[in-house]
């Protein structure tokens, strides 16, 4: 269990989050969308650690992770991805995603994630020589291998043709595991609505409505 | 083997000391004006406890490298939250304070009837070590050598364990090794302190080999020549550095035709390096590709 509470954060006298509340049980899938500028990105940002909130708490099976260091955040199993895919460009792939894998079982998760993703003809290259597609790919793989309670995903579909799009969630759906909860912020409806049981919209000071009957449907 | 040819050799061994140290920070960074101080450290600690308390080499030269490793850890845990250019300008102001402590710092004692320890400006002198223990040129070289090897083969096998891929990763962008769980503040301490441990036990090397040392040895350009042999020579392996004292002192200072062009040759050499192969000769991605290829033919 996940959960924020009463998250505010102002920039410069500004609010951009104003008492936002969220809770992710595991094997969740939630999507979070909203206008350019309401705060999705800094909504990430704190909720993986790279951001600290102005008030609020942030708890992982009961365990405080409000003040933490984003790498305590990462450690105890919350990943991300970044809008624009973030990789080393002076190591290649296969090093930087065995880094993430560090116990043996992440090992043995990542060699198979690799294998389904039909990602082994990359590994030997730098990331600026493989296409976006297989990027976007590999850092979800990197975010699931040592199987985290839950992954951030910032904007997946950008840069991705609907048919890449497709394939990424079909990939999604297949490796995420029952335990890991995802939390997809994106404005592709689509998308959302084929990986997600639930979609919340971010609003200018209203903070997360929720979005799902009259969507689904 | 030739005298000049054996003193051209281990003075490239014992800068290769300060080269390697000078990696270790770019490793994880960070530019560092600084490292001559934990040289200049370990000279004056493995000088001391040889000289003057009679210590074995080995206890000497350990003692050099704790020192400087303590000094460097002393820097770091300061500069904890500055980089870039502040952390460079700290490095530096650093280093300078250590030299004109060494300035400073009077401690003589007469053995034999000889004046040795440290006497301000005038130096350490008679650091008797390798003639009491009739080492020659050679001899020492040997020695100077072995440690090297001893350096690199510690430093290979951290460049084997992720340890240096998460090194490199803090360094080039630490919020993504934030995102992979790694904490930049550590890898930064321990590399730092690693590097003023490899410059202070070079600096004892260095000590027994000149048997005098003054502070003005320890000024900034030695920092500076020890950091533009790390970058010439890449950031990609240990073996980066080594090319780089190897072109400069191997080739530049002790070919004479060459010496009196010497920092034409090498300043030209580093602008060029700098604006096409900003990485270095042996970069970390020319590194990569070769261990990928090496893999691939041999498995």
Not at chain 2, 3 to 19: D, E, K
Not at chain 2, 151 to 175: K, Q, Y
């Amino acid at each position: 269990m996940y959960s924020l509470q009463g998250i505010g954060k102002s920039f410069g006298g500004i609010d951009v989050l104003r008492d936002i509340s969220l809770t992710l049980k595991p094997g969740q899938r939630l999507g979070i969308t909203g206008a350019n500028g309401v705060g999705k990105s800094t909504l990430i940002n704190i909720a993986t650690g790279f951001l600290k909130p102005d008030s609020g708490h942030i708890q992982l099976n009961n365990k405080t992770l409000t003040h933490q260091p984003a790498w305590a955040f990462a450690q105890a199993g919350i990943q991300r991805t970044f809008q624009n895919t973030r990789f080393l460009t002076t190591a290649n792939l296969g090093e930087q995603l065995l880094l993430a894998a560090r116990a043996p079982e992440s090992k043995r998760r990542l060699t198979k994630l690799i294998e389904l993703s039909g990602l082994q003809a990359s590994l030997h290259l730098f990331p600026d020589e493989i296409p976006l597609p297989m990027l976007r790919k590999a850092e979800v793989i990197r975010g699931l291998a040592a199987s985290p309670e839950v992954l951030f995903l910032d904007e997946p579909s950008a840069g991705l043709t609907t048919f890449e799009l497709d394939q990424f969630g079909v990939f999604l759906q297949q490796n995420l595991g029952q335990k890991t909860a995802l939390v997809v912020v994106e404005h592709r409806f689509d998308f959302m609505l084929m990986i997600t049981d639930s979609v919340v919209e971010m609003q200018l000071n209203r903070g997360l409505v929720k979005r799902g009957a009259d969507v689904k449907t | 083997m030739d005298m000049y040819l054996a003193s051209v050799l281990t003075n490239m061994t014992l800068i290769a000391f300060l080269a390697l140290s000078a990696y270790l920070v770019l490793v994880v960074g960070e530019v560092s004006f600084g490292q001559q101080a934990f040289f200049g450290i370990g000279a004056y600690i493995t000088a001391s406890a040889t000289a003057l308390a009679g210590a074995h080499i080995f206890w000497g030269l350990l003692a050099g490298a704790i020192g400087g490793a303590s000094c460097a850890l002393l820097l770091g845990l300061l500069t904890i939250r500055l980089s870039g250019i502040y952390f460079a300008i700290s490095t530096l102001c650093f280093a300078e304070l250590l030299r004109f402590f060494l300035l400073h710092l009077r401690f003589t004692q007469s053995v034999d009837g000889r004046i040795i320890g440290p006497d301000g400006p005038e130096g350490f002198s008679n650091i008797r070590w390798i003639f009491e223990n009739h080492y020659q040129v050679t001899d020492f070289l040997l020695l100077a050598v072995t440690c090297l090897i001893i350096l690199l083969i510690v430093l290979f096998s951290l460049e084997r364990s992720p340890i240096m891929l998460g090194a490199r990763m803090v360094g080039n962008d630490p919020i993504l090794a934030q995102s992979q769980g790694l904490n930049p503040t550590r890898y930064r301490l321990s590399f730092i302190t690693l590097s003023g441990a490899v410059a202070g036990f070079g600096g004892g090397l260095f000590a027994l080999f000149n048997t005098h040392i003054e502070p003005a040895m320890f000024g900034v350009m030695l920092g500076i020549h020890g950091l533009a042999y790390a970058v010439i020579g890449g950031l990609g392996s240990a073996v980066g550095p080594l090319l780089g004292v190897f072109l400069d002192i191997g080739l530049l200072e002790s070919i004479r035709p060459l010496a009196a062009y010497r920092m034409i040759i090498f300043g030209g050499l580093v602008a060029f390096l700098l604006v096409f192969r900003p990485e270095g000769i042996i970069s970390p991605r020319l590194v990569s590709r070769l261990k990928s290829r090496w893999r691939n033919r041999h498995v």
